[in-house]
């Protein structure tokens, strides 16, 4: 009788501690669109934008994951060939108690993170 409620409070312990573990992971959504496919690129000759461009463009892929910076959706989108990559960041944490974006002490955070990966015409 001991050893079997040994045995429960160790398997309820491992199933903790695997929930804990896999609401810490970042999640990760790429979409690719097209069916032709360009050489990858250095990432430091991908563009990094925060509006889209004036300039006419084919979005190659989309993607969004929680927990990774706008340098690694450069990279990622530099793997596929793309001239630049739009990148919006979306969410955040915030005190009830500060109001106004832009003036909030958290303003700097996010929680996810999207990017379009784009070629020019």
């Given at each position: 009788?001991?050893?079997?409620?040994?045995?429960?409070?160790?398997?309820?312990?491992l199933?903790?501690c695997?929930?804990?573990?896999?609401?810490?992971?970042?999640?990760?959504?790429?979409?690719y669109?097209?069916?032709?496919?360009?050489?990858?690129?250095?990432?430091?000759?991908?563009?990094?934008?925060?509006?889209?461009?004036?300039r006419?463009?084919v979005?190659?892929a989309?993607?969004?994951?929680?927990?990774?910076?706008?340098?690694?959706?450069?990279?990622?989108?530099?793997?596929?060939?793309?001239?630049?990559?739009?990148?919006?960041?979306?969410?955040?944490y915030?005190?009830?108690?500060?109001e106004?974006?832009?003036?909030?002490?958290?303003?700097?955070?996010?929680?996810?993170?999207?990017?379009?990966a784009?070629?020019?015409?």
């Amino acid at each position: 009788m001991k050893t079997m409620r040994i045995r429960f409070f160790a398997a309820m312990g491992l199933v903790v501690c695997a929930l804990l573990i896999a609401g810490c992971a970042t999640d990760v959504a790429n979409r690719y669109y097209g069916s032709e496919h360009y050489a990858p690129r250095d990432p430091k000759e991908v563009e990094l934008l925060w509006q889209r461009p004036n300039r006419e463009f084919v979005v190659i892929a989309d993607f969004q994951s929680r927990g990774e910076s706008p340098e690694a959706i450069r990279k990622r989108a530099a793997r596929i060939g793309a001239d630049a990559v739009i990148v919006a960041i979306l969410g955040g944490y915030y005190y009830t108690e500060e109001e106004w974006a832009g003036r909030d002490s958290k303003g700097n955070t996010y929680t996810r993170i999207t990017g379009t990966a784009i070629k020019y015409k």
